[in-house]
């Protein structure tokens, strides 16, 4: 299936994983007992709390203070809010929101989700360089992150003013991107990032949060773990301190860590001091899916990491959404020679432990690299440093620049083959793609040709090329893990027979990237093979391996599996009910336990999931699509064109919901009205091929044989290796006498096939 976004489906497990009125504003008053504190609860007496670090760690608590992690989040107080609350007005498109003080109190005023004007108080501060957030309690325990944000740099350099996170559109209220949805709610998108030790604490019944934090701000404890083991070993006068030091996570120093130039190297080697820092920096500089769980446990425990997807990277795996870090610094060959966060951040003042180049000639020879006849640009000016060209910055938030941690070599010819953006004619703007790629020509002898890009394009365009290269891209190993593990996944997107033979291989891959994305891309599979790869990876030491194993045997017959498996699935199915039980304040959760209920035959439940999704998100397609699937399961046809026209007024996909629509209007035998809306859909989005596809099923089931196989054709043309396509072509064209033209497409699916 080509992407854009795609029809859920019981069988794809259902997940999917942002002028006024002169009214007098209503004040949202705020709720104490309910709002966001320190947590009380037994477990958390394992915390001791930074002031407890600091007595013996004076000089990293120094360097602490003040620091991002130290501003991730404060109460907001005369002293920490840096916006213009005087009474300061903003505009966005046609709505103003007002920013004022009464008293030591900040409130903001602007329009709520009923789209009515509406007083909110301002809680916390969120952030402080280059902006500062506010967060607002819109309901008692729950807090939203306001999209307007304060400019905290100098004036002189554009800053001190209001500036709206989402100026290139209008999201009006209702929208699943408004600032009241769950795209920028702080309890479950935000609070574990910017507190330390928090709990969610939602209660499904009432719909209401009572978040917990031990500490508000990004403390030692969140880095290191609990430290009450280290203070009773410290108390008791051990000596020596045992390895690690009572910690639960520990960092070598930089001492430690000895990087040596070997004879004949301009860049240096890791002798000693190996670490798994970048893990445990992870939870917070990556995007990934939360399923709850310790804290301060092992990364693949509780985060799902997102894999290289074309909505986050480009196809060279630049980034290209907010991915915060991780997922591209594991694409990078300073990853695989060990380098980590800490050998370039201070970890307790985040800032860099030297400026400028100087900082990577510490590996990387300055004789050799800092040097014109390296970056041929003007020593100390534009272009000469190295992040210039290895680490090209992309704005998120319309400020905060984030620098690519892949560190890649430029490569302007990848703009022109799969448009991936390159260093060069970023920062030479005005200047072709071809200028570039004659400056590198002429400059650089040897160019190592990009592992994966064409690949990767190719691949999601189907084309005949893409297919062999993911297949090559997984067998040979030597690839990053995160890049093999997305190379999984699209040849499930391609369903490719040489997938199940593969998935059997990397199941046993060292990588848990790599098997959780062999426990999903096995879903498709007929049962048996299914099972078959999943059973090993129901005791995998990753949880999240685990829980997505779970998702891909669902529906299984129990038949299939041995008696001592059975324990297995029974612990992984419970870890995976309490990860979907954690996120039942979002429509994929409550999706995922419809799910569940509709396989045991709950049918009752799951309508009752999929409606309270609906509740919480009246804009979560997924929810109306799998409605109308369970309907259409019980033969309540009516019932799912109700709920489907519903989702066509509602609905943040709406192109997903008609298709589904057009065919429940099949079902209803309505054919007229079920071929309009499967054209409509097809004509808003022709890129994606199951929308295609079925269109022209429908329009050759209603007579209009020849507009079927042009929209095949058409289809062909555009994803000439999409085999479904390919044997429709053939079935139909032998159907209608056409015997050469079945031939050619039937020669060309089995040219496709005969490489697996």
């Not at 819109?138 to 939203?144: H, I, S």
Request: with cysteine; hydrophobic share 35%.
């Amino acid at each position: 299936m080509k992407r854009g976004v795609a029809v859920v489906s019981w069988l794809l497990s259902a997940a999917l994983a942002f002028g006024c009125s002169k009214k007098e504003p209503d004040e949202v008053v705020a709720a104490p007992r309910v709002t966001p504190t320190e947590t009380t609860t037994s477990d958390s007496s394992e915390y001791v709390g930074t002031h407890t670090c600091a007595g013996c760690h004076e000089a990293e608590h120094a360097k602490w203070l003040g620091s991002h992690h130290d501003l991730a989040m404060q109460r907001a107080t005369e002293e920490t809010v840096l916006g213009d609350f005087d009474d300061a007005k903003a505009r966005y498109y046609r709505e103003s929101s007002r920013f004022l003080r009464e008293g030591d109190r900040f409130f903001i005023e602007a329009l709520g989700a009923d789209g009515k004007p509406a007083r909110f108080p301002v809680i916390y501060t969120f952030g402080v360089e280059p902006m500062q957030q506010y967060l607002v309690e819109v309901e008692p325990g729950r807090l939203q992150s306001f999209p307007f944000a304060w400019d905290t740099r100098p004036k002189g350099e554009g800053g001190q003013r209001w500036f709206h996170l989402q100026p290139e559109e209008y999201i009006e209220p209702g929208d699943p991107l408004h600032w009241t949805g769950p795209s920028y709610n702080w309890n479950h998108a935000c609070a574990d990032c910017h507190s330390t030790a928090v709990k969610k604490n939602y209660d499904r019944a009432t719909r209401r949060y009572a978040t917990e934090y031990f500490e508000i701000d990004v403390g030692c404890e969140a880095c290191h773990g609990r430290g009450s083991l280290h203070v009773g070993l410290v108390e008791s006068k051990a000596d020596p301190l045992p390895r690690g030091a009572g910690f639960e996570r520990r960092f070598p120093t930089p001492a430690e860590r000895v990087w040596v130039f070997e004879e004949g190297r301009d860049i240096a080697v890791l002798t000693s001091g190996q670490s798994t820092e970048p893990e445990f920096c992870a939870p917070c500089h990556s995007r990934r899916a939360d399923l709850g769980g310790e804290h301060a446990g092992y990364y693949h425990d509780r985060y799902r990491l997102s894999a290289l997807d074309e909505m986050l990277y480009f196809d060279d795996g630049q980034i290209r959404d907010e991915v915060y870090v991780y997922g591209s610094f594991l694409q990078s060959r300073m990853h695989a020679a060990g380098v980590v966060c800490g050998d370039c951040h201070d970890g307790h003042s985040s800032e860099l432990r030297a400026e400028g180049n100087a900082l990577c000639s510490r590996c990387h020879k300055a004789a050799v690299y800092d040097v014109p006849q390296h970056h041929f640009h003007e020593a100390g000016g534009e272009g000469s440093r190295c992040t210039d060209c290895h680490m090209p910055k992309r704005p998120y938030m319309v400020l905060d620049y984030r620098g690519d941690h892949r560190f890649g070599l430029p490569q302007p010819a990848l703009s022109a083959a799969v448009g991936a953006p390159n260093a060069c004619t970023q920062c030479h703007q005005g200047r072709s793609i071809q200028w570039a790629e004659r400056q590198i020509d002429k400059h650089f002898d040897k160019r190592a040709a990009h592992v994966f890009a064409g690949t990767f394009h190719a691949a999601r365009n189907q084309q005949p090329e893409g297919e062999p290269g993911l297949v090559e891209l997984v067998a040979a190993g030597t690839a990053p893990a995160i890049v093999r593990a997305t190379a999984l996944l699209e040849l499930r997107l391609l369903g490719s027979p040489a997938l199940p033979a593969l998935l059997m291989r990397a199941a046993s891959d060292e990588s848990a990237v790599v098997r959780r994305s062999v426990a999903f891309a096995a879903r498709d599979l007929p049962p048996e093979q299914r099972v078959e790869i999943l059973r090993p990876l129901l005791r995998d030491r990753a949880r999240t391996v685990r829980i997505e194993a779970v998702g891909s045997i669902l529906g299984t017959d129990a038949r299939d599996w041995r008696a001592t498996d059975k324990e297995a699935l029974k612990r992984a199915t419970t870890e995976y009910l309490a990860t979907r039980s954690f996120n039942s304040d979002r429509g994929e959760g409550l999706v995922d336990l419809a799910h569940i209920a509709a396989l045991s035959g709950d049918f009752q439940h799951a309508e009752e999931n999929l409606r309270e999704a609906l509740e919480i998100d009246p804009t979560f397609t997924a929810a109306y699509v799998n409605l109308a699937d369970l309907y259409r399961g019980q033969r309540r046809d009516a019932d799912a064109e109700e709920i489907l026209r519903r989702g066509l007024r509602m609905a943040a996909d709406r192109a997903a919901v008609e298709f589904s629509l057009g065919l429940t209007l099949v079902r209803l035998g309505r054919r007229d009205e079920a071929l309009a809306s499967l054209r409509r859909v097809y004509e808003a989005r022709p890129e994606t091929i199951r929308f295609g596809y079925v269109y022209a099923v429908a329009q050759f089931d209603t007579g209009e044989q020849a507009a079927a196989l042009r929209t095949l054709e058409q289809i062909h043309q555009r994803y000439p290796a999409n085999r479904d396509v390919l044997q429709l072509l053939a079935g139909y064209n032998q159907q209608l006498g056409r015997a050469e033209a079945a031939k050619k497409y039937a020669t060309k699916l089995d040219q496709l096939n005969t490489r697996f």
